[in-house]
C-alpha cells in the first residue's frame, strides 16, 4: 500500500521566536484521503519527542489538508521526524515540521529553587511532610473520581429507564428504522439514525455509549474478545463514519436534499440494520453455552 504523505509548513510564529507553550500554526496538505475523519484525529510522535509538539485547536480539516494550531512543551530545535496524523483508521506522514523554541529562562540565568516557607525548627523534615501532603492529595483525587462514577451511572441507570419499551434492543432499532423512513428532513433523519443506533447499542449493553468515539463503541460491544473486535471493526468504523460524512456533507450543501433521501440515505439504513443484526449475532454466540 502507497503511504499517504502530506507537506507541512509553519506559520503564525512571532519575530523573537518561540518559547514553550507558545501557539504557533501548522498547515499540512496533500494527497486526498477520502474516508479522513475530519473531526477527530491526533498526532503520534515518537517516544522522545511526544511532548515536542501538541495539537490545541483544529482551524480547519479536510480529506486532503489539516490547519492546527499547536505548541510545543520542550525547548529545541531542528525537523521533527515519523509524526504520523491519524485518526484511528487512516494514518498520515506529516513532513517538513521545523521550529525551534527557546526556553523560558533567559542564556546565562540559573534556575534557582523557591526559599523554603517552613519554619526554621520543624518536628517533620520538609520532604516528609510534602509527601503526606502529596497523599492526601491523591486520596481526595481517588474519592472524587469513585464519586463522579457512581454518579455517572446513577444518571445512565436512570436514564435507560426512560428508554425501556416492550420490544427488544434489536426490535426497537427496526422498528425505529420504519419510522425515520417517514422523515423527510435528511438533517433531523440522519440524526435520528445515529440516536437510534447508540440507544441500541446503549440498552444492548448498558453502558453509556450515546457520546462515546467508534473506538469506544467498538471496544465495548467487542467485550475485550480480540475475535469479535476483528469481525465488528470494519462495519462499526464504516458505520459510525458515514454518520459523520453524510452529517457534514448535508451541512455544506454538498449533498443535496434529493439524493440524500433517494441514494445516500437508504444506504445508510441499510447499513445500520446489517449492524444491528452482527452486534445481536455476536450476542447470541456468547450466550450459547460451550458445547
Given at each position: 500500500?502507497?503511504?499517504?504523505?502530506w507537506?507541512?509548513?509553519?506559520?503564525?510564529?512571532?519575530?523573537?521566536?518561540?518559547?514553550v507553550?507558545?501557539p504557533?500554526?501548522?498547515?499540512?496538505?496533500?494527497t486526498?484521503?477520502?474516508?479522513?475523519?475530519v473531526?477527530?484525529?491526533?498526532?503520534?510522535?515518537?517516544k522522545?519527542?511526544k511532548?515536542?509538539?501538541?495539537i490545541?485547536?483544529?482551524?480547519?480539516?479536510?480529506?486532503?489538508?489539516?490547519?492546527?494550531?499547536?505548541?510545543?512543551?520542550?525547548?529545541?530545535?531542528?525537523?521533527?521526524?515519523?509524526?504520523v496524523?491519524?485518526?484511528?483508521?487512516?494514518?498520515?506522514?506529516?513532513?517538513?515540521?521545523?521550529?525551534?523554541?527557546?526556553?523560558?529562562?533567559?542564556?546565562?540565568?540559573?534556575?534557582?529553587?523557591?526559599?523554603?516557607?517552613?519554619?526554621v525548627?520543624?518536628?517533620?523534615p520538609?520532604?516528609?511532610?510534602?509527601?503526606?501532603?502529596?497523599?492526601?492529595?491523591?486520596?481526595?483525587?481517588?474519592?472524587?473520581?469513585?464519586?463522579?462514577?457512581?454518579?455517572?451511572?446513577?444518571?445512565f441507570?436512570?436514564?435507560?429507564?426512560?428508554?425501556?419499551?416492550?420490544?427488544?434492543?434489536?426490535?426497537?432499532?427496526?422498528?425505529?428504522?420504519?419510522?425515520?423512513q417517514?422523515?423527510?428532513?435528511?438533517?433531523?433523519?440522519?440524526?435520528e439514525?445515529?440516536?437510534?443506533?447508540?440507544?441500541?447499542?446503549?440498552?444492548?449493553?448498558?453502558?453509556?455509549l450515546?457520546?462515546?468515539?467508534?473506538?469506544?463503541?467498538?471496544?465495548?460491544?467487542?467485550?475485550?474478545?480480540?475475535?469479535?473486535?476483528?469481525?465488528?471493526?470494519?462495519?462499526?468504523?464504516?458505520?459510525f463514519?458515514?454518520?459523520?460524512?453524510?452529517?457534514?456533507?448535508?451541512d455544506?450543501?454538498?449533498?443535496?436534499?434529493?439524493?440524500?433521501?433517494n441514494?445516500?440515505?437508504?444506504q445508510?439504513?441499510?447499513l445500520?440494520?446489517?449492524?444491528?443484526?452482527?452486534?445481536?449475532?455476536?450476542?447470541?454466540?456468547?450466550?450459547?453455552?460451550?458445547?
Amino acid at each position: 500500500m502507497t503511504p499517504i504523505i502530506w507537506n507541512c509548513e509553519t506559520g503564525g510564529i512571532p519575530s523573537e521566536g518561540l518559547t514553550v507553550g507558545a501557539p504557533f500554526e501548522l498547515k499540512c496538505s496533500g494527497t486526498e484521503v477520502p474516508d479522513f475523519n475530519v473531526s477527530r484525529f491526533s498526532l503520534e510522535l515518537q517516544k522522545l519527542d511526544k511532548y515536542r509538539l501538541r495539537i490545541l485547536e483544529n482551524k480547519g480539516a479536510s480529506s486532503n489538508s489539516v490547519q492546527l494550531i499547536v505548541t510545543s512543551y520542550v525547548p529545541g530545535e531542528g525537523e521533527l521526524r515519523d509524526v504520523v496524523l491519524t485518526d484511528g483508521q487512516n494514518r498520515i506522514s506529516l513532513n517538513g515540521i521545523q521550529f525551534g523554541v527557546a526556553s523560558v529562562i533567559k542564556q546565562g540565568e540559573e534556575a534557582k529553587p523557591f526559599p523554603s516557607v517552613a519554619p526554621v525548627n520543624m518536628m517533620w523534615p520538609t520532604y516528609a511532610i510534602a509527601a503526606l501532603g502529596g497523599l492526601l492529595l491523591f486520596i481526595v483525587f481517588i474519592a472524587v473520581v469513585v464519586l463522579q462514577r457512581r454518579s455517572r451511572r446513577r444518571k445512565f441507570q436512570a436514564w435507560l429507564e426512560t428508554t425501556k419499551t416492550p420490544l427488544s434492543p434489536f426490535d426497537q432499532l427496526n422498528k425505529d428504522l420504519r419510522r425515520a423512513q417517514k422523515d423527510r428532513n435528511p438533517v433531523s433523519q440522519i440524526t435520528e439514525l445515529e440516536k437510534m443506533t447508540r440507544i441500541f447499542l446503549s440498552r444492548s449493553f448498558e453502558a453509556p455509549l450515546m457520546d462515546a468515539s467508534a473506538r469506544r463503541v467498538l471496544t465495548t460491544i467487542s467485550r475485550r474478545d480480540s475475535r469479535v473486535r476483528v469481525r465488528l471493526a470494519p462495519l462499526t468504523i464504516r458505520l459510525f463514519g458515514e454518520f459523520e460524512r453524510v452529517r457534514a456533507s448535508l451541512d455544506k450543501d454538498q449533498l443535496n436534499a434529493t439524493e440524500a433521501l433517494n441514494v445516500t440515505l437508504p444506504q445508510v439504513h441499510e447499513l445500520v440494520r446489517e449492524f444491528g443484526e452482527r452486534v445481536k449475532s455476536e450476542q447470541n454466540k456468547k450466550r450459547r453455552p460451550s458445547s
